[in-house]
């Protein structure tokens, strides 16, 4: 499951976009400024961004710089310019990748595959930490505090979103659309349950309570 940032000011291709993403099984977080954007990206989490050049409040040169100084994350920019020199520009900017607008889906599906597929290529993050979680992602495997937790699919995939985004919370909507991935039922309990079945699995290691619940609003994951 792959997580994307969206950084689009233009309303239409930000929304078609990200649903066509998440219809894909990806976690997409949406922004509409620069400043917004870069904000979201250093609460951590996120395995490529989607950037629009011409943004309000912080351009999208400027904050790919940002997003350099710290990271080799896969940058795709959406960009209006098809002239040559536009091109260069944008990938001595620190870009992978560019998307000349208007553009189709299919085609950004691809070139997402062809700058995830790079990023596997080098040493990469296959163990997920938070405190005394280790997940491992390949295997679909937890150990918290020194113990094995038999997770399902489903469950895993929870404690994967919550531990990729600790400082986020999410809803429940949120949560069953990324892992389920289809459209959330109303008054459904079915996270209710499964974080429920989570922390009783979780209790024999301490480590239950680090599944904090929002109330009206979701969950997300307790900081030390």
């Given at each position: 499951m792959y997580n994307i940032l969206l950084i689009e000011d233009d309303v239409d291709i930000n929304g078609s976009t990200?649903?066509?993403?998440?219809?894909?099984?990806c976690l997409c977080t949406q922004a509409y400024s620069?400043?917004?954007g870069l904000l979201l990206w250093r609460e951590g989490?996120?395995?490529?961004?989607?950037?629009?050049?011409?943004?309000?409040?912080?351009?999208?040169?400027?904050?790919?710089?940002?997003?350099?100084?710290?990271?080799?994350?896969?940058?795709?920019?959406?960009?209006?310019?098809?002239?040559?020199?536009g091109k260069v520009d944008l990938l001595c900017s620190g870009a992978d990748d560019y998307l000349t607008k208007p553009f189709q889906l299919e085609e950004?599906?691809?070139?997402?595959?062809?700058?995830?597929?790079?990023?596997?290529?080098?040493?990469?993050r296959e163990t997920l930490r938070f405190r005394d979680w280790a997940l491992n992602l390949g295997e679909m495997t937890l150990t918290a505090a020194g113990?094995?937790?038999?997770?399902t699919a489903h469950e895993f995939k929870i404690v994967e979103l919550l531990a990729g985004r600790p400082r986020q919370v999410f809803t429940k909507q949120q949560i069953y659309e990324a892992v389920w991935q289809e459209a959330y039922a109303v008054e459904d309990k079915t996270?209710?349950?499964?974080?429920?079945?989570?922390?009783?699995?979780?209790?024999?290691?301490?480590?239950?309570?680090?599944?904090?619940?929002v109330w009206g609003i979701g969950f997300k994951l307790a900081e030390e």
């Open positions: 990200a649903t066509y993403l998440r219809r894909l099984g620069g400043t917004e989490g996120f395995d490529l961004l989607l950037v629009d050049r011409m943004l309000p409040g912080l351009s999208g040169d400027d904050l790919i710089a940002e997003v350099r100084r710290t990271s080799q994350v896969p940058v795709i920019v959406l960009s209006a310019r098809a002239d040559l020199s950004l599906w691809a070139r997402i595959q062809v700058q995830l597929r790079h990023a596997r290529a080098v040493p990469s113990r094995p937790v038999s997770l996270i209710a349950v499964h974080i429920s079945n989570i922390r009783a699995k979780l209790r024999p290691s301490g480590t239950d309570g680090y599944i904090q619940t």
